[in-house]
């Protein structure tokens, strides 16, 4: 069954480092989303990605956050400059059409020291 | 906020005892959609429910949803130890993203 996988599954970083998350989405999905879940807290909707554009970002998703889709396979998250609270779960998501179910990775755990 | 809210937050049952999940949210939908979570995984996607729908099943999984009461409930039946997981509404909007609630942890005790 095809899945969405990402990579690293834990990242440890210094603070001020830059961290790049890779995701590979399902091969026929066309809408691409990054969440992150800090541990035991809600789920945080932070980009979505149609047609290689920003379609909507959230007020988490600031300067710091990039995202790119710079092959047709690969979907990354990149975080410039890490600060303590950006260690959370980062979940990638994809989707054959808008609105529709959501198959998410098993997520990266991201931990900056 | 955009989110639904999850009641209760925590959820302990004895197996093969039903269990009942409620959502509120705020604004008008597009869908709304249950997921589930097992501790430290990615999250999967169980049922989504049109806003001109008012219930659906699968298994033994029952959604409502009441738009006039901006409320969606999500009743497991016959509940099972695997069951035993966070389970999240996430509502739809107009901007066709999914915003998650803050989750229902639910305990089934063999």
């Known amino acids: 069954e095809p899945e969405v996988t990402q990579t690293p599954s834990h990242q440890v970083t210094q603070m001020g480092q830059e961290v790049i998350l890779r995701c590979v989405p399902i091969?026929?999905?066309?809408?691409f989303y990054w969440y992150r879940q800090i541990l035991g807290q809600k789920v945080e909707f932070l980009v979505s990605?149609?047609?290689?554009?920003?379609?909507?970002k959230s007020e988490i998703f600031d300067d710091q956050f990039s995202v790119e889709r710079p092959d047709g396979s690969n979907f990354t998250l990149k975080i410039r400059s890490t600060k303590l609270e950006d260690s959370a779960m980062y979940f990638c998501?994809?989707?054959?059409?808008?609105?529709?179910?959501?198959?998410f990775g098993e997520g990266s755990r991201l931990t900056v020291l | 906020s955009q989110q639904g809210e999850e009641d209760p937050q925590a959820l302990s049952i004895q197996e093969g005892e039903n269990a009942t999940m409620n959502c509120s949210y705020k604004?008008?939908?597009?869908?709304l959609q249950w997921y589930r979570q097992n501790s430290g995984r990615g999250l999967v996607h169980l049922i989504l429910?049109?806003?001109?729908?008012r219930e659906k099943h699968s298994g033994r999984l029952r959604v409502t949803l009441d738009t006039s009461k901006k409320s969606s409930s999500l009743l497991i039946t016959a509940s099972r130890a695997a069951d035993t997981a966070s389970y999240f509404c996430?509502?739809?909007?107009?901007?066709?993203?999914?915003?998650f609630g803050t989750g229902t942890r639910l305990t089934v005790i063999p």
């Open positions: 998501a994809s989707s054959t059409g808008r609105a529709g179910e959501l198959f």
């Open positions: 091969s026929n999905h066309l809408y």
């Open positions: 990605f149609y047609n290689n554009e920003i379609s909507e």
């Open positions: 604004t008008s939908i597009n869908n």
């Open positions: 429910i049109r806003s001109n729908e």
């Open positions: 996430a509502t739809v909007l107009q901007a066709n993203n999914l915003f």
